[in-house]
């Protein structure tokens, strides 16, 4: 509480060779103003909501007998889908590059929910290769395309060079700079 000290010399006496009094001093006792300080740091602690963690879920594939058949996939049942500059998208099915294709962002839901209606749900793989040239962004874009589309079984590869030359022929060729 707040306190005054009142204890000073006497009477108030005007005029000459008169000494003057002391001021009064006052003194204040912030113990009670600590103790709100840390009663409504609790308070606000207790009745925010803590923000959720906002992670997408992976699915790990089981552990087997024979490591090396563990990520065999049907060729059919593929479709690799690389990132390039400027947002553009390449991709194809099965296991040869040459049929190389080019969409945008747009175009790419159609794309993937086309292979998955043709292919069996069991063996459907989507494989995902970002070049040097993708951004960040684009990846993010990507995977959250996979988990709006449904996808249960996709993979994120290093692009090959085979792979990365095509992209960057397709790319002069459409003139992408």
Same mark, same amino acid.
């Given at each position: ?12 006496? @005007? ?10 001093? /006052?003194?204040?006792?912030? /113990?009670?103003m600590v103790d709100l300080g840390f009663l409504l740091?609790? $308070? $606000?602690?207790?009745? /925010? ?5 906002? =992670? ?11 490591? &090396? ?15 390039? @500059? ?14 190389l294709q080019s969409t945008s962002f747009k175009g ?5 929910? #086309?292979?998955?209606?043709? /292919? &069996?749900? =069991? ?7 970002? #070049?040097? #040239? =993708? ?8 995977? &959250? ?12 590869v290093d692009i090959s060079p085979m792979e990365y ?13």
């Amino acid at each position: 509480m707040a306190e005054m000290d009142t204890s000073s010399g006497g009477g108030h006496k @005007k005029g000459p060779g008169v000494k003057k009094g002391k001021k009064l001093s /006052t003194r204040v006792d912030l /113990t009670p103003m600590v103790d709100l300080g840390f009663l409504l740091i609790t $308070f $606000f602690i207790f009745t /925010t909501t803590m923000s959720q963690p906002t =992670a997408m879920p992976l699915n790990l594939p089981k552990d087997v007998d024979k490591p &090396d058949e563990q990520n065999k996939v049907k060729e059919s049942a593929v479709l690799t889908i690389m990132l390039g @500059k400027n947002n553009q998208i390449y991709y194809y099915e099965g296991m040869d590059p040459t049929k190389l294709q080019s969409t945008s962002f747009k175009g790419v839901r159609d794309i993937v929910l #086309d292979k998955k209606r043709r /292919t &069996d749900p =069991a063996d459907f793989v989507v494989i995902l290769k970002p #070049d040097q #040239d =993708a951004t960040y962004g684009d990846v993010v874009n990507i995977v &959250d395309e996979m988990k709006i589309d449904d996808v249960k079984r996709f993979a994120q590869v290093d692009i090959s060079p085979m792979e990365y030359s095509l992209v960057q022929r397709t790319e002069q060729a459409n003139g992408i700079h």
